[in-house]
């Protein structure tokens, strides 16, 4: 079965950090592009951070230089590493995988997400 | 940045009702949208892709039209399984794809 499972969301002080994981299976990481969306109580989805399958990392404007995506192929795991975290960044974390067609990207499966508190 | 514009924000409707969201790009995305089902606890859940290619599994009363500008998703006969939140998003800009603010669709 193609799945995707995110842990590491807690309750964290503003300032502080945080590491979510995402694991993969039923297919082969390392072939895809990956995705970490949040979403905060009662507002809409948010794209947050993409790694490639080269390994190259793209971020929004609201997250650049706090947050890090890497991704571990052997293990078949994505990772989000959360620095500097705001109250801002309070959401529930989805990771999702993305297939194309052609060019054009659709992410077709997603994990249940991980739930980051950021307050003191 | 491309902002995508869902209407109605919010929906009510009956079993066996046809239902239609719209989408609006702020400007062309050609066909790259995609409209996605979210449940409470649930992982959100891939409907259409390219603007009107049904994924799947998901059941054919789900469909997709629209190109440049304007798009559409229609459930032509509502199940009960069906009330949930619905965004579109496109993926012409990439990085940094963009996610319509949703449209809750309720039992009436």
């Known amino acids: 079965e193609v799945q995707l499972v995110e842990s590491g969301g807690g309750l964290v002080q503003p300032g502080g950090s945080l590491r979510l994981s995402c694991a993969a299976s039923?297919?082969?990481?390392?072939?895809?592009?990956m995705h970490w969306v949040r979403q905060a109580t009662g507002k809409s989805l948010e794209w947050v951070s993409t790694i490639g399958t080269a390994g190259d990392t793209y971020y929004s404007d609201s997250v650049k230089g706090r947050f890090t995506i890497s991704r571990e192929n052997a293990k078949n795991s994505l990772y989000l590493q959360m620095n500097s975290l705001r109250a801002g960044d309070t959401a529930v974390y989805f990771c999702a995988r993305m297939s194309f067609d052609f060019l054009i990207g659709y992410m077709d499966v997603w994990g249940k997400g991980t739930t980051v508190t950021v307050s003191s | 940045d491309i902002q995508m514009t869902q209407s109605p924000s919010s929906l009510s409707a009956s079993v066996g009702d046809r239902v239609t969201i719209t989408c609006r790009a702020s400007q062309t995305i050609r066909n790259y949208l995609n409209w996605y089902q979210l449940k409470p606890g649930k992982a959100p859940k891939l409907l259409i892709y390219t603007a009107s290619s049904l994924q799947s599994g998901v059941p054919s009363r789900f469909s997709g039209s629209g190109s440049g500008t304007d798009f559409t998703l229609t459930i032509s006969t509502l199940q009960p399984e069906d009330f949930a939140t619905y965004y579109c998003q496109q993926t012409y800009t990439s990085p940094g794809y963009t996610f319509g603010q949703g449209t809750k669709l309720e039992i009436k």
């Open positions: 039923g297919f082969t990481f390392s072939s895809y592009d």
